[in-house]
């Protein structure tokens, strides 16, 4: 029976059967137990489905896994440790040493560093692109040896809209796939794959969590890609894995599932980053009211950006839910229903007044976090970026009178009351 996203969230993946537990069960163990070696043996072949081993996989992460996978409309879905793991993961599944990237310029922070430093340390290159950037300039981007183009559906914190069929077209027209992080989003707002994607990846921490409990992340496959198609750029998939007797994983698992079964089994078996059982079930209570959380994250924060953006002693606000904002149209056309509930704004006075507008919150919390049920705002010139001159930050895009505030569940009368009366003493 097909059915609407918010009955996915709810009752997708764990299916119970007669007499079992209604509540996805957490499966605290390590390993798993068989009547012959011969019986586990087919499972170290992956020749019989199965578990041996919570590094590789673990029910209750398949579980959580599969209504992933049911939300964004993939065929297959794995978890990890965290969002980074889930973007280092989605990328070094087709991207060895000789590889090339093209990826967005305004990614979270910690995919950047992951992509411009730690990535090109293993050989690894990759070109950004402004998300605005012509089809022109993207064109000049691609190599021969590149395997996969990178974006974020909303990023974080730069709040840009990454126009999904572009980057698709363009992936596409050089036969590799398009990875898009959804975090930001998440499958209620936006799924990137109705636009194009290939492979779709989050940081579970944020919304998906949405109660600041559980570090992870999730990588999920549209099984749109054809591989063999362009067998010569992805021979880990589509040439024989020595290290499961020759396995073809395109051929065994076919376009649906190859590209979850080799990241299962060659990248966690060697990185080992899985999401705990534990993390899994606590994400999986917050999918069963993502639907209805995720719209009031995004009336909140569009209804502060509105305050905002009338305040005079606010230089400037960027939401792109909200009309005037330079993202205003790729959001109506990728993200009609709501964006999400982060909004970023530049408080007159410089970096004196955004620093006395943080010490007046009395709601909002001062956190490096966002996508959370409690609000929380961040200076990043005088907390994470503090080690920056001026000058370095205008070159990163922050200025030194920038907040970014996440906008919790709460009433939205009382978040605009605290940050209007924070605003007086700035
Ligand atoms: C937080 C975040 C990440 C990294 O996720 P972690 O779970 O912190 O490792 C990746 N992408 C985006 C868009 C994020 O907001």
Redesign the pocket.
Known sequence: MSTSIDTRCVQGGYQPGNGEPRQVPIIQSTTFKYATSDAMGKLFDLEAPGYFYTRLQNPTNDYVAAKIAELEGGTAAMLTS???AA?FFSIFNICEAGGHVVASSTI?G??YNLLAHTMAKMGIETTFVAPDCSAEELEAAFRPNTKCVFG?TIA?PALTVLDIEKFATAAHTHGVPLIV?N??PTPVMCRPIEWGADIVTH?T??YMDGHGAA???AIVDSGNFDWMAHAEKFPGLTTPDDSYHGIVYAEKFGQGGAFITKATSQLMRDFGSIQSPQNAFLLNLGLESLHVRMPRHCANGLAMAEFLSAHPKIESVRYPGLAGDPCYELAQKYLPDGTCGVVSFCVAGGRAAAERFMAGLKICAIETH?ADARSCCLHPASSTHRQMTDAELAAAGIAPNMVRLSCGLESADDLIADVAQALELA
Do not use: P
């Open positions: 965290s969002g980074q973007s979270y910690g995919t974020e974080n992080d975090t930001f940081s921490t944020k570090v992870g992340g966002v």
